[in-house]
């Protein structure tokens, strides 16, 4: 009697342990599913920030160069000058006005323009120049002017004795002023230069 009770709660004990490990096994995974779910999730999540992400760069990029853009399409002296270049034969190493360059050549500081192009050759020979400038203010006008017209009295000193051609193109130049407009054209061409200015220019 003893014995059958015995293997009855050995079998009741053996029963119970299998049913745990089965419930065990059924947790561990529901948590192997849970967590997979949860990965899948965070990573769907990463890929949708990133996507995000990018195209927010790639707005930021399209209105940058948008501005970019619009910049370019506002300045109408370089407008102008676009138009020189695609009209009239410029010398192949006539290089363009930077404001780095015309503080550098012409003392003219940013702070005075509100807009500016030009070029000016650098092959060390021809003297060729062309600047067009909208001053800020009326005082800027004149001191612009005046930096224009010792830029054109240091040319004539050097070339005047040197070569007869280059001589008569700075003489035939002269700084020019239309309002807030400051000018100067060194060009064998300066005559359809300036048509081109005067043609194009709104004021």
Known sequence: MKKLFLGLIAG???IS??????????????????????ASVEESTAD??????????????????????????ESELKT????????????EEMSDFSEKRLERVLGITSDQM?????????????????????????DDVKDIQEKLQNNWDAIYN?????????KANIE??????????VSLVISADADAIKKIFSDNLSA
């Not at 050097?158 to 280059?166: A, H, L, S």
């Not at 035939?172 to 807030?180: D, I, L, Q, R, S």
């Open 114 to 138: 509100d807009d500016f192009a030009g070029g000016i050759c650098t092959d060390g020979v021809k003297q060729d120049q062309i600047i067009y400038i909208k001053a800020k203010t009326d």
């Open 17 to 38: 342990l299998c049913a745990c490990g089965n419930n065990s096994g059924t947790e561990s995974k529901s948590e192997d599913t849970q967590s997979s779910a949860a």
């Open 158 to 166: 050097v070339i005047q004795n040197y070569d007869p051609k280059q």
């Open 172 to 181: 035939n130049a002269k700084v020019e002023t239309n309002g807030k407009y």
């Open 80 to 91: 102008i000058y676009a138009i020189v270049k695609k009209e009239v034969t410029l010398p």
């Open 48 to 73: 949708d920030a990133s996507a995000e992400d990018a195209s927010t760069e790639a707005s930021s990029a399209d209105a940058s160069a948008a501005d970019a853009s619009e910049g370019e399409e």
């Open 12 to 14: 009741a004990m053996i």
